[in-house]
T-cell receptor, first 111, second 116 residues
Framework: GESVGLHLPTLSVQEGDNSIINCAYS??????FIWYKQESGKGPQFIID?????DKRQGQRVTVLLNKTVKHLSLQIAATQPGDSAVYFC??????????FGAGTRLFVKA | NAGVTQTPKFQVLKTGQSMTLQCAQD?????MSWYRQDPGMGLRLIHY???????DQGEVPNGYNVSRSTTEDFPLRLLSAAPSQTSVYFC???????????????FGPGTRLTVL
């Protein structure tokens, strides 16, 4: 069945280093992927998205990579800052109205 | 724009009580949805609506009702609260559901519900 999972539940990085958060998905029909950031006590916030016809997309300090061959998605955060500390969710859609979310990875940024 | 607003922020219920979680958006979004978030399980879809007068079930609809009489509002009703419904509830809205970037969902701040 469909599932979106994360390789690591917790990631700790040094301030200024780059962070990489990974996500695996199992539905080969998924055609749209989204990364969300959720800070403590708040709702998820959109970071970046990518369509299945792309393998890379860049935003401000963030890059999403999509490898359809191995059904893998990653979020790269450049020069990680304390404000990046949060839980990050990947999500996927395969058409229709439903978005499936992964369980989340908690990112800790050490000063 | 206020975006997506939810009330209340916190609620404690006793088993068997009913209540309504309110959700409103001022972005003229057609698509609205309710999720619950439990530790280690991500977000699970309860109910969704693709427009006023249209609702449908998500992944975990049992014990919840919804209605969509206006574009702006999408309340979630707990009919008879149970301890298993203790969770954080998020409402979200998006402009479309076509698989484009306009599908981006905007989330409210959440309602933390405890059922004793």
């Amino acid at each position: 069945g469909e599932s979106v999972g994360l390789h690591l539940p917790t990631l700790s990085v040094q301030e200024g280093d780059n962070s990489i958060i990974n996500c695996a998905y199992s539905n080969s029909a998924s055609d749209y992927f989204i990364w969300y950031k959720q800070e403590s006590g708040k709702g998820p916030q959109f970071i970046i998205d990518i369509r299945s016809n792309m393998d890379k997309r860049q935003g401000q300090r963030v890059t999403v990579l999509l490898n359809k061959t191995v059904k893998h998605l990653s979020l790269q955060i450049a020069a990680t800052q304390p404000g990046d500390s949060a839980v990050y969710f990947c999500a996927e859609k395969s058409g229709g109205f439903k978005t499936i979310f992964g369980a989340g990875t908690r990112l800790f940024v050490k000063a | 724009n206020a975006g997506v607003t939810q009330t209340p922020k916190f609620q404690v219920l006793k088993t068997g009580q009913s209540m309504t979680l309110q959700c409103a958006q001022d972005m003229n979004h057609e698509y609205m949805s309710w999720y619950r978030q439990d530790p280690g399980m991500g977000l699970r879809l309860i109910h969704y609506s693709v427009g006023a007068g249209i609702t449908d079930q998500g992944e975990v609809p049992n014990g919840y009702n919804v209605s969509r009489s206006t574009t702006e509002d999408f309340p979630l009703r707990l009919l008879s609260a149970a301890p298993s419904q203790t969770s954080v509830y998020f409402c979200a809205s998006s402009y479309s559901t076509t698989g484009a970037s306009t599908d981006t969902q905007y989330f409210g701040p959440g309602t933390r519900l405890t059922v004793l």
